[in-house]
């Protein structure tokens, strides 16, 4: 879906443009994102699988929700909007905790440059996985994995095949904020 998003300079704040989603990723322009890590207390991360019609790394394994902020939406409430959106969970502002903003700055087939500011959120799962639905044309499957597992798959590797690579810096704060909950 091509979105209406605002456009930020390199410092991270805001122009006082928006444009369509197509048109940042082909102009390379910075903008608003959100990541949401949902966490069980027995030590299980909820991943997605990313749809295969997905313009940037379609069929990789990627955080538990991941989206745009829409013009004049406040991160939080596009990290609400994107969860009910993408896995079917309503979720309320008290449940999520801001762990942090972090760049990216990523160059894509067909032309796609990716500037995001990612504003990155966690939250313990308060449903089992049954109860969610992937959106279809966002996800492919939904899986809780074990964080161990994820830890030594991705620790100090930060791209491998099949998970969608982030920054090592990103990685070290969201497991070890994660560790730290589970």
Do not use: C
């Amino acid at each position: 879906m091509d979105e209406i998003i605002e456009i930020w300079d390199e410092s991270g704040k805001p122009t006082g443009t928006t444009a369509l989603k197509s048109e940042a990723h082909k102009n390379g322009w910075f903008h608003p994102t959100i990541h949401l890590w949902l966490y069980t207390h027995a030590g299980q991360v909820l991943l997605q699988k990313r749809a295969e019609n997905k313009d940037t790394f379609p069929g990789l394994w990627d955080v538990s929700v991941a989206g745009h902020i829409l013009n004049g939406e406040t991160p939080l409430a596009g990290a609400l909007r994107e969860t009910r959106e993408e896995i079917g969970l309503l979720l309320k502002a008290n449940q999520l905790e801001f762990l942090g903003r972090f760049t990216s700055d990523q160059k894509h087939p067909g032309g796609i440059h990716d500037r995001e500011f990612q504003y990155v959120y966690l939250a313990e799962l308060p449903v089992p996985l049954e109860d969610l639905t992937g959106n279809p044309e966002e996800v492919a499957a939904l899986e809780l994995r074990s964080l161990l597992r994820l830890t030594e798959e991705l620790w100090g590797m930060a791209a491998p095949a099949g998970y969608v690579p982030h920054s090592r810096t990103y990685y070290k704060a969201v497991f070890t904020a994660l560790q730290s909950r589970v």
